[in-house]
């Protein structure tokens, strides 16, 4: 997922959010890349609604999810994962300002 394999806290509140909770994730990504940056996630009390000041150069975007958690057989671990998202806003690499 990218914010922590097992434990995710809500970057507003500090409440500790684990599987089967609502959340709103942020993530972005550099024009050259293919892989996704999950930085931000907050409960659904302390969620923004939009990504605000979109930064240049940079994808972005604002989804809303469960958390859910996916077995990993190999290492017989689990970890959270993102289910159900659903894109709150978006922001093309062309739009915004120098970061």
């Known amino acids: 997922m990218g914010i922590s394999r097992t434990r995710v806290v809500c970057l507003g509140c500090g409440a500790n959010l684990g599987e089967g909770r609502a959340v709103t994730v942020y993530g972005y990504r550099g024009a050259d890349s293919e892989t996704w940056n999950l930085r931000r996630c907050y409960c659904t009390d ?10 240049l150069g940079v994808s972005e975007l604002l989804v809303q999810a469960w958390l859910g958690s996916i077995a990993l057989p190999r290492t017989r671990t689990h970890e959270l994962c993102l289910t159900e998202v659903e894109v709150v806003d978006a922001s093309p690499p062309t739009a915004g300002s120098d970061p």
């Open 46 to 55: 302390c969620a923004p609604t939009a990504i605000g000041e979109p930064t």
